[in-house]
């Protein structure tokens, strides 16, 4: 619910703007336009209790811009304000670096020093209880078949142990280097398996209940979009009572919460969900589920990959049989929140339900898909994801459309701030409040410019005298555009790439070409091989979908981003393409509404990888003639920032060597 706000109109405290003026002068920084346009704007939309995107480029300062008013609102209103971001990275420059600082700088003229922490899912704290009871095991069955990965996972297992015994926060983040999920799961539970504080022998002393206790007294909690969307969405709130919410890293919101509602169907849940059961109820009431998973096991297997648009009789028989035999189970465990004395008995009888739960719901939700007069009803799509090496083959379902559910859930009762370097796409930001469910709610869109002067400091090159992609590779000619650009630039290249199979084959094809380094995502760990990248100028970084969005490397070691196609998602993603499909079905245009969209905003990102500080200078080259050529260039490039743009190879080649030989 909307808490009533508790501000005067005439408040006792500074003003946003002049807030940010001290923080700014205490940090040693100076003033941007962009940043003092964004603090009124966020200010602004709080009195109000109106909605807000804010488009604010690299540069901006946009952590500071929404921060500031956010803790003015937060000491007005004594409320906590959430800040959701979608990296961990994010989240820890915030908790660890900006927060501090900014609290350090506005203690003087607030009531009190801002206060803030960091809370996240159930899973990511270790459960004491579970560390040291016993509890259903976790194991995983490719592992049974690997001595190596038993091995690894037992070292890392005698880690957290000994972890266990020193940490003060149970933060799984702690763990330096990390540790897989199948040990991880030894030591964790979900929401729906944990016992609850007051029934768990470990409650009082419980990491989650302390991290979301220390979140319940500060001024800002800093989260995750999963856990804000789980909070939204879920009938217990896991966050404190708020009433101001702001979205940072806001384009990647619809993706973040289509993952929390994605249902998962597979063998192994099911064998998972028996193993629960185990003993607690009688045999032949779970050998009957045991043996629908093995039906469905043998289906999986002999089914074609891809979307499932009309039910087949044996699936429906399958899910059928599935949620019918998880059901009994349900039945048979007896009533819920038994077993109060006996906390082991009461830990797996919880796990238990938990697993039959998931195995019931999502069966439910798969048969609920289908059976719709016209396209225009469906609400779902199912699709079946082939086997892999760590996994066999899986159902899923997920939404056609998770605006419905934030429109309802996150923007209903309370005031939202959205922010990123990317939401206005084809220069409006319908698209993406359409994503979003605000429709008619009241709110606004702001784009607050960046400090950067692109027409100067970049150049976007479209490579218009190329062919178009093709599906059977990088042609010989990209392989030598690249060559050469390269070339022109000394190296200092980072290649984002539409696939792993086109990093992988140009490094392959370019690394006996060139004279520079050649890194290629899968090497060696991300995180490694774009420091690697950046401590050397005339090393190149190729790479694929995480490097679209996440590099930022200021300096002369970047000074060409090299695009090899539109991305466009895939013709055969499942969801994408029923999301297109539902949108023409509807009347709409499901080419621009879902692919389009989908590729001005991963271009836009990419392309921002290039000017990351105020001396920065390069060229953007794009490969793929399209984005020169065809009917929809324009709402792509509408979603750029404005660098110099050309066609004619010779102008960034010229502009790279001279780039080269001045570093």
């Known amino acids: ?53 804010v488009q604010a480029g690299t540069g901006t300062g946009k952590s500071l811009a929404y921060l500031v008013p956010s803790i003015r609102h937060a000491m007005d209103t004594d409320t906590p304000v959430v800040v959701s971001t979608a990296t961990i990275a994010l989240q820890r420059q915030l908790v660890d670096r900006d927060l501090p600082r900014l609290s350090e700088a506005l203690g003087k003229e607030l009531p009190h020093e801002p206060t803030f922490a960091i809370l996240k899912g159930r899973r990511n704290y270790l459960c004491r209880y579970k560390a040291t009871a016993g509890w259903p095991e976790e194991d995983e069955q490719d592992q049974l078949f690997d001595p190596r990965e038993v091995s690894a996972t037992g070292r890392m297992v005698q880690r957290i142990q000994e972890w266990a015994e020193e940490t003060e926060t149970g933060d799984r983040d702690e763990l330096v280097p990390g540790v897989s999920e199948p040990a991880w799961r030894q030591f964790s539970v979900s929401a729906q398996e944990c016992l609850g504080a007051s029934r768990c022998p470990s409650g009082p002393e419980c990491f989650a209940e302390l991290a979301r206790a220390r979140a319940g007294e500060v001024d800002v909690v800093v989260t995750n979009h999963a856990l804000l969307a789980i909070d939204a969405m879920g009938d217990l709130p896991i966050l404190p009572e708020h009433e101001v919410v702001v979205v940072d890293e806001a384009h990647e919101l619809v993706d973040r919460v289509t993952s929390v509602v994605t249902g998962e169907l597979s063998e192994s849940s099911v064998s998972l969900a028996v193993r629960r059961v185990g003993r607690l109820i009688d045999q032949p009431v779970a050998d009957q589920l045991m043996e629908a998973g093995e039906d469905l096991k043998a289906l999986l297997a002999a089914a074609p990959p891809g979307r499932v648009d009309e039910l087949p009789e044996v699936l429906g028989l399958t899910l059928a049989l599935v949620r019918d035999s998880a059901a009994r189970c349900l039945t048979a465990l007896g009533p819920r929140g038994g077993d109060k004395d006996d906390p082991d008995k009461a830990g797996q009888r919880k796990a238990a339900f938990t697993a039959l739960d998931e195995v019931h719901d999502t069966a439910v939700r798969m048969l609920e898909a289908f059976g719709h007069a016209s396209e225009t009803d469906r609400s779902e799509v199912v699709w079946l994801e082939g086997a892999t090496d760590r996994r066999p083959p899986m159902l899923r379902v997920a939404p056609l459309n998770v605006g419905g559910m934030l429109r309802d859930k996150l923007f209903g009762d309370r005031t939202v701030v959205l922010t990123s370097a990317t939401l206005a796409l084809g220069g409006t930001f319908d698209g993406m409040a359409r994503q979003w469910g605000l429709g008619d709610k009241g709110w606004q869109g702001m784009d607050v410019g960046s400090p950067f002067d692109h027409p100067r400091a970049g150049i976007l090159y479209v490579a218009k005298h190329l062919p178009q992609p093709g599906r059977d590779g990088l042609p010989e000619a990209y392989l030598d555009e690249i060559a050469e650009l390269i070339e022109a630039a000394g190296g200092r290249t980072l290649g984002l790439f539409s696939s792993m199979r086109a990093a992988k084959a140009a490094t392959e094809a370019l690394r006996d070409r060139l004279k520079v380094p050649l890194l290629c995502q899968g090497d060696d760990s991300t995180m490694l091989l774009v420091k690697q990248f950046a401590e050397d100028d005339e090393t190149c970084l190729f790479g694929t979908l995480s490097l679209w969005q996440g590099v930022d490397v200021p300096g002369p070691s970047l000074r060409l981003v090299i695009i090899d196609r539109v991305p466009f998602p895939r013709p055969d993603d499942p969801l994408t393409s029923a999301r297109q499909r539902h949108v023409a079905a509807k009347g709409g245009n499901g080419f621009m509404t879902v692919a389009a969209t989908h590729a001005a905003l991963l271009l836009a990102q990419g392309t921002g990888r290039l000017l990351r500080s105020q001396d920065d200078k390069g060229v953007i080259a794009v490969l793929d003639p399209r984005l020169a050529t065809a009917r929809y260039s324009g709402f792509l490039l509408g979603s750029l920032p404005p660098f110099w743009r050309t066609t004619d190879p010779a102008i960034p080649r010229a502009a790279l060597k001279r780039l080269a030989s001045e570093s």
Do not use: C, N, W, Y
């Open 1 to 53: 619910m909307r808490v009533a706000f508790t501000a005067v109109p005439d408040s006792h405290l500074p003003t946003a703007d002049s807030l940010l003026s001290i923080a700014v002068d205490a940090l040693g920084g100076s003033e941007r336009q962009g940043q003092i346009t964004m603090v009124k704007a966020v200010q602004q939309a709080i009195d109000d209790e109106e909605h807000l995107a």
